[in-house]
């Protein structure tokens, strides 16, 4: 953030005639006139013979985790806001003291962002030009840079579907469905490669003895996450589990059925979130695009609500990238002899060895090797179709 160069100068592509194929509402068209002031149209014949545009446009350059983002220009008018949910063109945005806006978002923006790059997500900090006649309503200008992003890749491309999350609540139970660690740990991947807490809950203690679930949760304490046995039935932790999420962004994922929905139920009474259902968005079917939307907690922070993620696994990660986030295994991988090790086949691992040593949990190293397959099989798949 140190680096920011204030107001610079910055060539950039457009995407070719965004404003043809977007309905405009008149929100939009009311504000646009103002990008004028900022920027500068160019067109020109590329190598290639194809027509660029391009444009300078005033703002800065900063790094995020989507790589280099450009930072718009803002005036006095602009306040800070923080994105709840996007429909279609317009956003929801809460404001600094509460209150709710519905916003459309500045053209300039659309024009500059990439296909890979949603240009609004829920979860984005955004500054907004509220509507001059003092109704709830507002212009979206500038989208800060984003950290702890979820995404999911479908058709091959990265969609962003959140942005700024701090904490990933991973769900599971003890039984009905019965515990699945090797889920965990493909979540706890998806965690560390976003960058984002995770915590680790056990649902449904009620209907085991925790102290047979003391070698699995010693196990993931002893790496580091945070872990531990929940009731949503008979209320067991849920307190601890409203310290943790008070005031942070936090994301909710797990496999359906092990109490997601009742968890949060429990946390929040009166958030009606239906319990034993599987939701609507994923009785339609693959291709159904489910928007995430950030829910207010009465005790401060936000719960991401995604629907489609819930139930889907997290999973944006090459094969070769699996082993750095294992944190217990970098310390061997990195002081593996051979440059490409997979550390799943090779003889003489380092990892290997460690594990036949019982300096690794030889569950943990399983659960790898099999993320690593599973990870190969799935990339076969894609480059075949
Ligand atoms: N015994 C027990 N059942 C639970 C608990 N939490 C949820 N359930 C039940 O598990 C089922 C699935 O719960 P739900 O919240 O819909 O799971 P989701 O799919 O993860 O949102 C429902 O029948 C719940 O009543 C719990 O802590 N103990
Ligand atoms: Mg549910
Ligand atoms: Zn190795």
Request: net charge positive.
């Amino acid at each position: 953030m140190s680096k920011r160069k204030k107001n610079k100068k910055i060539r950039t592509d457009f995407k070719q005639r965004y404003d043809d194929r977007t309905r405009q509402n008149d929100l939009t068209r009311e504000f646009n006139d103002s990008d004028h002031e900022t920027t500068e149209s160019h067109e020109r014949i590329s190598g290639k013979g194809k027509l660029a545009r391009k444009r300078t446009i005033r703002g800065e350059e900063v790094e995020s985790d989507e790589g280099t983002e450009i930072i718009l220009e803002i005036d006095d008018l602009c306040r800070p806001g923080l994105v709840l949910s996007v429909h279609g063109l317009n956003s929801f945005v809460e404001a600094e003291n509460g209150d709710v806006f519905k916003c459309a978002t500045r053209k300039l923006l659309k024009t500059i962002s990439t296909d890979q790059r949603h240009i609004v997500v829920a979860g984005d900090n955004i500054q907004f030009r509220p509507q001059a006649d003092g109704t709830k309503e507002g212009l979206i200008v500038r989208v800060e840079p984003r950290f702890g992003t979820i995404s999911r890749t479908s058709r091959k491309k990265q969609h962003v579907i959140a942005a700024n999350i701090e904490q990933m609540l991973i769900v599971t139970s003890a039984a009905m469905p019965e515990l699945k660690p090797h889920l965990i740990d493909r979540l706890l991947v998806t965690a560390e490669k976003s960058r984002i807490k995770p915590i680790i809950c056990i649902n449904k203690a009620d209907l085991v003895d925790p102290a047979d679930f003391q070698p699995i949760v010693g196990g993931f304490s002893q790496l580091g996450y945070r872990t531990m046995m929940v009731s949503a039935e008979t209320g067991r932790s849920i307190d601890v589990l409203r310290e943790i999420l008070k005031g942070k962004k936090s994301v909710v994922v797990g496999q359906s059925g092990v109490g997601k929905s009742s968890l949060l139920n429990a946390i929040q009474p009166g958030l009606g979130l239906r319990v034993g259902r599987v939701s609507e968005e994923n009785q339609k079917g693959k291709h159904t695009t489910t928007a995430a939307k950030l829910i207010e907690l009465s005790f401060g922070g936000h719960i991401v609500d995604t629907p489609g993620i819930r139930q889907f696994e997290l999973w944006d990660v090459i094969s070769g990238e699996i082993a750095g986030f294992f944190r217990e295994l970098r310390p061997f991988t990195d002081r593996c002899k051979f440059p490409n090790c997979t550390h799943t086949h090779e003889s003489d691992c380092l990892v290997k060895n460690a594990v036949a040593d019982g300096d690794l949990d030889i569950r943990r190293y399983e659960s790898y090797c099999l993320l690593v397959e599973e990870c190969d099989e799935n990339d076969k798949r894609q480059t075949q179709n």
